[in-house]
């Protein structure tokens, strides 16, 4: 009877610790930044559904390969719509220095694509695009490089070309204030 006791007793322990961590499992990707040392890591939240939730992206100094998550640089934490489904490096810019590209793949149907592009200069971590809504088999590093590029095009004023009013009447003088 005791026997029966114990190996009941055992069964619900391991039902509850694979429980357990099946409830904190969560999408961890790292990778290493081109030429040079730093890391980073991307994480799904805790105890968040795969589907949708947040993400927590952190840089590394690296410089240490026995311990290279030991110096700290940067992170943030963004909302995701979808599984992360890779960590890429590009120059989307084009100022000669790879971004940090998360990658993000719905869970509906249509599998579209979301990427956020960092910026790592030191110890700031800065987003500086995003895209959403993209096919499937998109491009997301093309999508970012054309919205970098029509977002430094500068446009002109539908009445550029026009005379500007200064709001005043012909002739009449703008007040002066005198502090």
């Known amino acids: 009877m005791r026997r029966m006791w114990l190996l009941c007793l055992g069964v619900v322990f ?22 040079g040392p730093r890391i980073v890591v991307v994480a799904e939240g805790d105890f ?17 390969p026995r311990f290279p998550y030991d110096i ?18 590009a120059d989307v810019d084009r ?18 694509l979301s990427a956020d592009a960092f910026q790592l200069h030191g110890t700031v971590l ?5 895209v959403s809504g993209l096919a499937k088999d998109a ?7 054309a919205k970098l590029t029509n977002r430094a095009e500068p446009r002109a004023a539908p009445d550029a070309d026009k005379p500007r009013s200064s709001g005043l009447a012909f002739g009449e003088q703008p007040t002066r204030l005198r502090i």
């Open 139 to 145: 491009d997301p590093i093309r999508a970012l490089e």
């Open 14 to 35: 391991a039902a509850a610790s694979t429980l357990g961590a099946e409830e904190n499992a969560r999408l961890l990707r790292k990778a290493v930044i081109p030429g």
């Open 95 to 112: 100022d000669g220095s790879p971004e940090i590209i998360v990658v993000i793949r719905s869970a509906g149907t249509g599998g579209y």
């Open 48 to 64: 968040e559904p795969r589907s949708v939730g947040s993400y927590s992206l952190r840089a590394y100094a690296g410089t240490n």
């Open 72 to 89: 700290f640089l940067a992170g943030t934490v963004r909302p995701r719509d979808g599984t992360v489904e890779d960590v890429r490096f």
């Open 126 to 130: 800065t987003l500086l695009e995003a």
